[in-house]
């Protein structure tokens, strides 16, 4: 096995996923870890991912729960172990902790240097002299001035030095490798002296290219275990196919249209927001979900939800249920004092897109928020995805081909999307299709 992983939320095990299938490795993710037989369903496949939710989940969790899946990876006996974060890399020492994470891996495989990539080119996202910047709507920003994750309803990026970021969140060190110095000795130099973590820039393809060679060839020495953004699956992929272990390249049949379709959002994402007005423009018909109702009460507020939901798609429509349209209708303030609050909207849209499913046999269906889709697919009994279209246009989002041993749900396509990412036409083009 060439790469094993943990996705710290569901949308980025996903994006991961897509990253490798585009370049030929046959990959799988598990939404848990497996039974034996689960397993085998998949014996062969290149790399086995497993989606978690420690991007919304406190220090005090991971160090509870993290272990198990890290010794689960460990025992796969893959060439690298990616632990995989979001590529706008928000995280707080109070929750989404990746310091934290990388701590917890250290002692499981017994490694004093982590290599760390989070530079994606395909995302527009770029590290320089080890700080983050990120594309929206056409420009790029340094990551603390993002008009978005700058202003994170969770996690606000304040800080565009990922070391100094990192520094709030471990003891550990954090040393570089800058892009202009990607030299096998200068490579080498910053390995050798390193105690803690180590930050790989990457501002294009071929400081990427350059980097997935340099975490192949010190893998010996340092260990399996990275971390990162999907750019880890980016760099390794590409020096995989340069070296010829993989084809570096795949195709996938085209993707037909559906007559109606079933789509969640829990996103408070000025881009989520376009997307939804879009869809409502193009045929879609919208549901209003009052995130407080759902974590107050949330099994009044589904059963209502999934009632009028029900009757909408029984009218022959696409139904979107969402809870915001953007930053300022977003009851994160009040939502934020229920303990479990967020999680609770997750789990409530999740099971009224299961009724939706189940109710009239749909083919396909839409989570969108990071955060959002984790707990949503926990409701779909859905033990593994494997990729079924990715959508090259705006990576990171990719329909999946889920497995379930409910026959309702083994088979369907789902797409799960975080709130930055996809064109405005998102949620249209699934539902109508695409070419191959």
Not at 87 to 104: C, K, L, M, N, Q
Not at 190 to 207: C, M, Q, Y
Not at 338 to 361: D, P, S
């Amino acid at each position: 096995m060439l790469l094993s992983y943990y996705g710290d939320d569901f949308t980025g095990s996903t994006d991961v996923m897509e990253s490798l299938a585009l370049h030929g490795a046959g990959t799988v993710l598990f939404t848990r870890i497996p039974t034996a037989a689960e397993q085998a369903r998949f014996a062969g496949f290149d790399a086995v991912g497993i989606a978690g939710t420690s991007r919304s989940q406190t220090p005090e969790w991971m160090d509870e729960h993290l272990p198990r899946y890290f010794t689960w990876l460990k025992q796969l006996g893959a060439r690298f172990c990616h632990y995989k974060v979001c590529s706008t890399f928000d995280s707080a020492p109070h929750v989404g902790s990746i310091g934290r994470a990388i701590e917890v891996a250290r002692r499981v495989f017994g490694q004093q240097v982590t290599p760390l990539v989070v530079g994606a080119p395909q995302l527009k996202r770029y590290t320089a002299f080890g700080h983050l910047f990120a594309g929206y709507q056409g420009q790029t920003y340094r990551i603390d001035r993002h008009p978005v994750m700058s202003r994170h309803p969770v996690t606000p990026m304040d800080e565009a030095d990922l070391r100094l970021h990192l520094a709030r969140q471990t003891p550990l060190p954090v040393d570089l490798v800058p892009a202009n110095a990607l030299g096998d000795a200068a490579v080498d130099a910053v390995i050798a002296a390193a105690k803690g973590i180590v930050l790989f820039d990457v501002f294009d393809l071929a400081t990427q290219l350059e980097t997935g060679r340099q975490l192949m060839r010190i893998s010996d020495r340092v260990g399996p275990f990275v971390a990162g953004s999907s750019g880890v699956n980016y760099a390794l992929a590409k020096a995989l196919a340069v070296a010829g272990d993989i084809p570096g390249r795949a195709s996938f049949p085209a993707l037909p249209k559906v007559d109606r379709i079933i789509a969640v959002s829990g996103s408070c994402s000025p881009t989520t927001a376009r997307q939804i007005h879009h869809a409502l423009a193009n045929g879609f018909t919208g549901l209003h979900a009052d995130p407080l109702d759902l974590a107050r009460n949330p099994d009044e507020a589904v059963a209502r939800l999934s009632t009028e939901a029900k009757q909408l798609m029984g009218e022959g429509r696409s139904v979107l249920v969402y809870t915001a349209l953007d930053a300022e209708t977003d009851r994160g303030g009040p939502l934020d004092a229920i303990h479990g609050g967020r999680h609770r909207v997750g789990q409530g849209l999740g099971r009224i897109a299961r009724t939706c499913i189940e109710g009239f046999g749909l083919k396909r269906a839409i989570l969108a928020g990071g955060d959002t889709s984790s707990h949503a697919l926990g409701e779909l009994d859905v033990f593994a995805l494997t990729t079924r279209f990715p959508l090259v246009a705006t990576p990171g989002s990719p329909l999946c081909a889920a497995a379930s041993a409910d026959p309702k749900l083994d088979g369907l396509e789902i797409a799960m999307k975080g709130g930055q990412v996809g064109g405005d036409d998102y949620f249209v083009a699934l539902r109508d299709g695409l070419a191959a």
